[in-house]
């Protein structure tokens, strides 16, 4: 009963990306904002793969569940979980 309740509800998070950094990190601002550190450029898409897959990790849920709705090309960035 709780898996079908939690597929209904989105989580939206707001995102600020630093690329090219030389350590990765993520803090949590608050419950919705989130700052990334990631070691991969901001080329190719190669930068906001690996923030998809360190929110993933974080939140615990599958790669394809988080999603960029908003910011492809910007360093502020709005994700979505399914």
């Given amino acids: 009963m ?3 309740i939690r ?3 989105k989580m939206y998070i707001h995102v600020k990306v630093t690329a090219g950094a030389k350590k990765e990190s993520l803090k ?3 419950e919705d904002h989130f700052e990334i550190f990631v070691k991969e450029k901001a080329e190719r898409n ?4 690996r923030v998809l897959e360190l929110v ?3 939140l615990k849920v599958p790669v394809k ?3 960029i ?3 492809h090309h910007h360093p502020s960035k ?3 979980i399914d």
Avoid: C, P, Q, Y
């Avoid at 190669?46 to 793969?49: K, L, Q, R, V, Y």
């Fill in 56 to 58: 993933a990790k974080h």
């Fill in 78 to 80: 709005l994700l979505v």
């Fill in 46 to 49: 190669m930068a906001n793969t």
């Fill in 7 to 9: 597929n209904f509800f």
């Fill in 2 to 4: 709780v898996e079908i």
């Fill in 28 to 30: 949590i601002k608050s």
């Fill in 65 to 67: 569940k988080v999603r």
């Fill in 69 to 71: 709705v908003n910011g």
